[in-house]
């Protein structure tokens, strides 16, 4: 089966990624229903691939560290359709261990990740070394749901910019209100339809703490560069007590403070966010355009 990535075969498209002079990004391809395979028929006789052997020519094509799980065909009336266009919502999931901080800060412990964590953790949760307030990370998720100016948990490249022609990228991708700054900064309004922390397990360890793990979980039509690893390193913050719960208003830009002009706002709203790692980080779910959402 011959795949076109955006008008290169992808042996040609790893060639010219191994060299690092581009940046490989996810397109919509064709592939012919009655594709030619393996099959030594010919004209009329030639059978249809059926998908699982469409998906093995893909995968034998990808990296060994990426791999198709399903595949279905789009039907003509969902056409003219493109996987990054056609999106109507995402979800991604950041999973994370921490001890929970105790009332009593008495009991508090430097205890560190290495009495709790697992060999398997590198490359699938973020081992937090610091204890977290859970009910404080809670308020602090919802203080960020919404639609809001999150420039500052941008990374730090993608907060500049020609506001014009962002305004116009978003409007036509994203389909969000967007506000307009004719000064350094261009503004990235987003609506942020979900952001919880969910507790997956929690046991006790020998320190007498209970060690968590649980996910973060954002929803969204769209996420600037770095946003989700920005918000969790926030929600972080908070709950390990280095920023305040009332101080989200600022990473938003929303506090009433007058007496800054808004690249100052931008500037120390940057200064409170940090990013977590990223080995907590997981596309989870994707809707399309007509797609049911989860509540």
Same mark, same amino acid.
């Given at each position: 089966?011959?795949?076109?990535?955006?008008?290169?075969?992808?042996?040609?498209?790893?060639?010219?990624?191994?060299?690092?002079?581009? @940046?490989?990004? %996810?397109?919509?391809?064709?592939?012919?229903?009655?594709?030619?395979? &393996? #099959?030594?028929? +010919?004209?009329? $006789? *030639?059978?249809?691939?059926?998908?699982?052997?469409?998906?093995?020519?893909?995968?034998?094509?990808?990296?060994?560290?990426?791999?198709?799980?399903?595949?279905?065909?789009?039907?003509?009336?969902?056409?003219?359709?493109?996987?990054?266009?056609?999106?109507?919502?995402?979800?991604?999931?950041?999973?994370?261990?921490? @001890?929970?901080? %105790?009332?009593?800060?008495?009991?508090?412990?430097?205890?560190?990740? &290495? #009495?709790?964590? +697992?060999?398997? $953790? *590198?490359?699938?949760?973020?081992?937090?070394?610091?204890?977290?307030?859970?009910?404080?990370?809670?308020?602090?998720?919802?203080?960020?749901?919404?639609?809001?100016?999150?420039?500052?948990?941008?990374?730090?490249?993608?907060?500049?910019?020609?506001?014009?022609?962002?305004?116009?990228?978003?409007?036509?991708?994203?389909?969000?209100?967007?506000?307009?700054?004719?000064?350094?900064?261009?503004?990235?309004?987003?609506?942020?339809?979900?952001?919880?922390?969910?507790?997956?397990?929690?046991?006790?360890?020998?320190?007498?703490?209970?060690?968590?793990?649980?996910?973060?979980?954002?929803?969204?039509?769209?996420?600037?560069?770095?946003?989700?690893?920005?918000?969790?390193?926030?929600?972080?913050?908070?709950?390990?007590?280095?920023?305040?719960?009332?101080?989200?208003?600022?990473?938003?830009?929303?506090?009433?403070?007058?007496?800054?002009?808004?690249?100052?706002?931008?500037?120390?709203?940057?200064?409170?966010?940090?990013?977590?790692?990223?080995?907590?980080?997981?596309?989870?779910?994707?809707?399309?355009?007509?797609?049911?959402?989860?509540?």
């Amino acid at each position: 089966v011959a795949l076109d990535y955006h008008g290169e075969t992808m042996d040609e498209l790893r060639r010219r990624h191994a060299g690092g002079k581009i @940046r490989p990004r %996810p397109g919509p391809f064709d592939v012919p229903e009655e594709a030619p395979g &393996h #099959s030594e028929k +010919s004209g009329a $006789d *030639r059978e249809p691939n059926p998908p699982w052997k469409i998906r093995r020519a893909i995968n034998s094509r990808l990296p060994a560290d990426v791999s198709v799980l399903a595949m279905e065909a789009v039907p003509a009336s969902a056409m003219p359709y493109h996987p990054r266009q056609n999106v109507a919502r995402k979800r991604y999931i950041y999973r994370i261990r921490y @001890r929970r901080k %105790p009332e009593d800060p008495e009991r508090a412990v430097d205890g560190g990740v &290495h #009495s709790f964590r +697992s060999a398997t $953790d *590198r490359r699938f949760v973020w081992d937090c070394p610091w204890e977290l307030d859970d009910a404080k990370m809670r308020e602090a998720c919802r203080g960020l749901v919404g639609c809001h100016d999150f420039v500052a948990f941008l990374h730090k490249d993608a907060r500049k910019g020609d506001g014009a022609v962002a305004v116009k990228r978003r409007r036509r991708d994203y389909k969000e209100p967007v506000a307009v700054d004719d000064g350094r900064y261009c503004s990235h309004i987003r609506d942020l339809h979900g952001f919880r922390l969910v507790v997956e397990k929690e046991r006790s360890d020998d320190t007498g703490l209970m060690v968590v793990t649980a996910r973060f979980a954002a929803e969204a039509k769209g996420f600037g560069r770095g946003m989700v690893r920005n918000l969790v390193g926030f929600i972080v913050d908070v709950g390990r007590g280095k920023i305040e719960v009332d101080q989200t208003s600022m990473a938003l830009l929303e506090d009433k403070n007058e007496t800054l002009d808004k690249e100052a706002k931008i500037e120390y709203a940057s200064s409170l966010v940090c990013s977590a790692p990223a080995q907590g980080l997981c596309l989870e779910k994707v809707w399309y355009d007509g797609e049911k959402l989860e509540e």
